[in-house]
């Protein structure tokens, strides 16, 4: 009796989803129909991809939070779609630290899912302060970075999923 929304920022993405899902609704779970629609948009900003207010149960991201270039929007339009007693589970990139401001711009980095990761102590602040009363990891495992030459551009800092 549930509705799952997926949401991506590209066309390309949302066409593999809307492919798969007929066929996983129906036949992987049995489903009379469909309960699946795909709208396209960006994290920051699900009140422009039509999500309302107190709407969503369930909120679950896998690794795009990092991505983002201001998280506090991410977590505060989370905040706002969720309904009462909704949760929001991720998996994403952390570190230790905070990161400089020559490793966030660096190119490479930012391809690997690295440059944009939030210092964990910071993410939990901002979480609280947009009104997630209840922050917690579930489970954390460090990332190995095996390019030399980017150990050396990130020096002590380590990395968590």
Not at 8 to 14: A, H, P, R, S
Not at 133 to 158: C, I, K, P, Q, W
Request: contains cysteine.
């Amino acid at each position: 009796s549930g509705q799952v929304t997926g949401l991506d920022m590209t066309e390309e993405q949302l066409d593999v989803a809307r492919v798969h899902a007929d066929e996983y609704c129906q036949k992987t779970l049995g489903f009379s129909k469909t309960n699946m629609n795909f709208v396209k948009g960006n994290i920051e900003y699900l009140d422009k991809a039509g999500i309302a207010d107190e709407s969503i149960d369930i909120i679950i991201s896998n690794c795009v939070i990092n991505l983002s270039p201001d998280k506090p929007r991410v977590l505060r339009e989370a905040y706002r779609v969720l309904a009462e007693g909704g949760e929001f589970y991720f998996s994403d990139v952390y570190c230790d630290r905070r990161l400089s401001e020559a490793v966030q711009k660096d190119e490479v980095l930012w391809g690997e899912c690295i440059s944009g990761a939030l210092y964990t102590e910071d993410f939990k602040r901002i979480a609280r302060d947009v009104g997630f009363a209840d922050v917690r990891t579930l489970s954390v495992s460090e990332m190995e970075v095996n390019d030399a030459a980017l150990r050396d551009v990130l020096g002590e800092a380590r990395f968590f999923s």
